[in-house]
């Protein structure tokens, strides 16, 4: 069965690579905490404007499906 979600997809990933729940826990903490660096850093890159806010949206869309994971 295939799953197409961005969380369903990280979850079998971590299954199939064998991640014990505790480092999982600690990637997606880790993920989760430097978000705002890779805002600030796509910021003060030197692509377009437009091409950071559709960067930016895009990041922040499959940080919000990596989180429904989390829990």
Do not use: C, W
């Not at 997809?9 to 997606?28: C, D, G, H, S």
């Not at 660096?37 to 499906?65: G, M, W």
């Amino acid at each position: 069965m295939s799953q197409t979600t961005i969380a369903g997809q990280f979850k079998i990933l971590t299954e199939q690579v064998e991640i014990k729940p505790k480092q999982f826990n600690k990637i997606m903490t880790s993920m989760m905490e430097h978000s705002k660096e890779v805002i600030e850093l796509t910021q003060a890159s030197f692509l377009e404007e437009s091409t950071q806010r559709n960067y930016i949206q895009d990041y922040e869309y499959r940080l919000k499906q990596l989180q429904k994971i989390k829990a």
